[in-house]
């Protein structure tokens, strides 16, 4: 967002250019954007009932408000906050000064401002429109850089598809829309949770009738004397315009303004004095004035005493009214602030080993002496435990202090019933005693009482031995266990290589069935494909055959007629030459001829006879080859259907397994991620050691450039060593997480360590004087304590995840 041009808190980022262009543009044409700020501010908040103005800006210029905002503001802004690293079960937890974001929220959010200016600038907007802005600026590992406060009044959050953003308008007159994940919203009281109610705008009317009491009590005091009113002269009387004139510039003269008040008026020429309204107190002016700061501090929860209104408080009751005021008042205010810097400053992976809090010690507590009354009356009853005690008083625990307390010599809880059991046996042993006769007199044996001290300090000697053998016994018991230990460790990271191998091999076999399934899949469409075609050329074939039978057929029908019609004509023409012969009684060449015509017409039917017949041999032979033809389609159109089917049902299944794999993947990563994040910090700590040592060292052999450039040289040929030990138990977990040799990885990390700090030394020890040095080495172990640590582990973070 550096280069939006936003409504932010600060001087604006622009070119002179543009500066002279914006200042043209406004003498001649004016702003343009309707929903600039100051265009609101000048058009929002009209006379209310009392005919005052009241707005966000006006409203700030009635001292009850300035007040309330003023010191709510200074008050939750004035409180340490601070980020908060968890150092494990019960060992409670300390500053993480090395982290970045405990710079940004505890000494400065952004370069124009500090923590205290930034917080109070972001509550008086909360307080005053009910929402307080910020902008997130992030850098290219997504971690929080700046914080930049933002005018709330060009803000307006809104929802899209479920998503809450934010819509900026800037000053050029454009929109910018901000992700949720990167806005800072501090809200007051609200009705959907989203933006909070509008102060000003609630308490507009009880806010302007404080104004209007106000602007009266000026005017009534700028009037000095003149109340107001009218001057009756007696019947007959008529001054003149220019004795009305004068007589009115002599008494404004005389009597106006507040040095001139209450001086004694004068009246000539039987005129009488009527004044008009209402006198102040008549009006119960004062009274209105002092109920109006009351209900000021309604609307702001703040007590009367904090706006210096002390006229119904004792000074008895100023302390308890001012931790009511931290616990009602300002609590309410710092846990807004901690859950939505929680939600958006730390990164979700670190959200259990990262808090975010203010530290009001001494705030939301009483004095010392009734705190400590408190903690002793319930302490001796064991109601509280040490360690309770210092979680109160916002310390870390200490070791034994887990253990409730009661009186009677301050012996733990659970031995009490043994305590007062011993003592009821031993007062019936003192009684049975007291019973028995006394022993008789024992002459004194000095030798025997040396021998008995002498006894008595071998047995002392023997218990301090027995006391030394526990000891050692314990020492090789706690190596034993840092044995099982390591062996459970290793044992783990041996299970975590198996199940990985295991995964992987369940992936690659469940990669060789997709192909094998894709394969499948394809030879049933291409058996598929070519049943499909050859389905279309039997359909082909089968029409051409019927088209031919049918045009067979045609020729053979005529043929059939064309012989029954030729026979017809053949025994036609016999009879009717028979006839002719017999009665025309012809020759005989006659009749030969008519032999020879019926003999042909018989050949040529039987020719067509025979035809027929192998036409009709040929239909038959064409319609079983039809047949044949449909029964091969339907079992190529069934294989073809029943082909499909399973096709469907393995994509199915493949687009299932697709997805079982995607599934166990990612969860696989983010199992890893989870892994890797909880090393991450192993890492942190382990690079903080051996930096710690290097720091430690470098201040020492600081003298002279000389004597620490001897030092660099010397040192750390050494120094490897001492990093190989940090990062060895470490690189072997890492690489069964990402693979790689852990060998290698180790020697990296050592060999990139041990040029790092060499070479920054050595620019360091290049420095002309010694004080030159000692600064410049300040700052660079100062930079190698807050950054370098995280940049490792951050590089480690990304190589692992790219391997994933």
């Known amino acids: 967002m550096s280069e939006r041009e936003l409504y932010r808190i ?25 929903k600039d700020p100051a265009l609101a501010r000048l058009f929002s908040g009209g006379p209310v009932r009392s005919g005052v103005a009241v707005n966000e800006t006006t409203a700030m210029n009635y001292a009850a408000v300035w007040a309330a905002v003023n010191i709510v503001s200074a008050s939750v802004s004035s409180v340490p906050l601070a980020l908060y690293k968890t150092l494990g079960e019960g060992r409670g937890k300390e500053e993480f000064r090395t982290h970045s974001t405990y710079r940004l929220i505890h000494d400065q959010p952004n370069p124009q401002m500090g923590s205290m200016i930034f917080r109070r600038t972001l509550q008086a907007h909360a307080m005053v429109w009910g929402n307080g802005y910020a902008e997130i600026v992030r850098d290219g590992g997504l971690r929080p850089k700046e914080l930049w406060p933002l005018n709330p009044a060009a803000v307006q ?58 602007q009266f009590g000026s005017t009534f005091f700028g009037n000095g004397s003149t109340f107001g009113g009218i001057i009756k002269y007696p019947a007959g009387v008529a001054p003149s315009p220019q004795t009305r ?172 019933r043994d305590y007062w059991q011993a003592q009821i046996d031993k007062m019936g042993a003192d009684a049975e005693a007291a019973r028995r006769p006394p022993p008789a007199p024992v ?34 018991m706690a190596l034993a266990d840092l044995a099982s230990v390591r062996a459970t460790t290793a044992e783990a990271v041996a299970l975590a290589q198996a199940e990985t191998a295991r995964t992987v091999g369940e992936l690659e076999l469940t990669a060789r069935t997709l192909v094998a399934a894709e394969q499948v899949i394809n030879h049933r469409e291409e058996s598929r494909r070519v049943a499909c075609e050859q389905r279309d050329a039997a359909v082909n074939d089968l029409d051409a055959t019927a088209w031919a039978l049918e045009d067979v057929t045609v020729r053979a029908v005529r043929a059939e007629q064309a012989a029954l019609d030729l ?60 047949k044949g033809a449909t029964a091969l389609a339907d079992k190529y159109l069934a294989e073809s259907v029943a082909a499909l089917a399973e ?25 890893k991620a989870s892994l890797l994040a909880a090393m991450r910090s192993l890492f942190v700590d382990a690079s903080d050691r051996v930096m710690q040592r290097e720091m430690d060292r470098a201040r020492k052999h600081q003298a002279t450039p000389e004597k620490l450039r001897a030092w660099v040289e010397q040192f750390y040929p050494l120094h490897a060593e001492t990093c190989r030990q940090a990062f060895r138990p470490l690189v072997g977990p890492w690489t069964a997480l990402t693979g790689g040799a852990p060998g290698a990885l180790l020697e990296r990390l050592v060999a990139e360590h041990v040029e790092t700090s060499t070479t920054a030394l050595r620019l360091v020890a290049e420095a002309e004087d010694g004080d030159q040095m000692a600064a410049d080495l300040e700052r660079t172990l100062r930079r190698w304590e807050q950054e370098r640590g995280d940049a490792m582990a951050d590089a480690l973070m990304r190589e692992g995840m790219a391997h994933g």
């Open 10 to 34: 600060g001087p604006p980022k622009s070119s002179r250019w543009q500066r002279a262009l914006a200042s043209v543009r406004a003498i001649t044409l004016g702003p343009y954007n309707a």
């Open 157 to 214: 959050p809104f929802t899209e598809g479920g998503r809450l953003r934010y819509r900026c308008h800037n000053a050029s007159g454009g929109e910018v829309v901000i992700e949720s994940a990167d806005m800072l919203h501090i809200r007051g009281l609200s009705h959907n949770g989203i933006s909070g109610y509008p102060t000003i705008g609630g308490a507009r009317e009880s806010i302007g009738l404080g104004m209007a009491a106000e």
């Open 567 to 626: 026979r017809a004509s053949a025994d036609a023409i016999d009879l009717a030459r028979v006839a002719a012969l017999c009665e025309r009684d012809e020759t005989k060449d006659l009749a030969a001829e008519a032999v020879r015509l019926r003999d042909d017409a018989n050949r040529e039917a039987v020719t067509l006879a025979a035809d027929l017949e192998a036409v009709r041999a040929q239909y038959a032979e064409l319609d079983a080859m039809n």
């Open 245 to 416: 004139k004068d007589n009115a510039e002599a008494l404004a003269r005389g009597h106006q303004g507040v040095d001139k008040a209450h001086k004694l008026l004068a009246i000539y020429e039987g005129a009488d004095f009527q004044a008009l309204g209402v006198p102040p107190n008549a009006a119960q002016f004062l009274e209105t004035r002092q109920f109006q700061i009351e209900e000021v501090c309604r609307w702001f929860n703040v007590n009367p005493h904090k706006l210096h209104h002390l006229l119904r408080t004792s000074y008895n009751s100023i302390e308890h009214l001012s931790i009511e005021y931290d616990t009602d008042t300002l609590n309410p205010w710092w846990v807004t602030w901690e859950q939505e810097l929680q939600n958006k400053l730390v990164m979700p992976l670190e959200q259990n080993i990262q808090k975010i809090e203010h530290n009001r010690k001494g705030r939301l507590q009483a004095d010392a002496a009734s705190r400590g009354t408190f903690y002793q009356t319930r302490f001796n009853v064991g109601s509280l435990t040490p360690n309770d005690i210092r979680g109160l008083e916002n310390e870390n625990p200490i070791s034994g202090g887990e253990q409730a307390f009661v009186m009677t010599n301050l012996i733990p809880l659970e031995l009490a």
């Open 443 to 476: 002459a004194p044996k000095p030798e025997a009482d040396a021998e008995e001290e002498v006894k008595a300090l071998r047995e002392q000697v023997e218990l301090a031995r027995k006391m030394t053998q526990l000891a050692e016994d314990k020492a090789d």
């Open 647 to 671: 096709s469907e049902t393995l994509k199915t299944d493949l687009a299932r397994a697709r997805a079982d794999i995607a599934t166990e993947v990612d969860k696989q990563r983010a199992q």
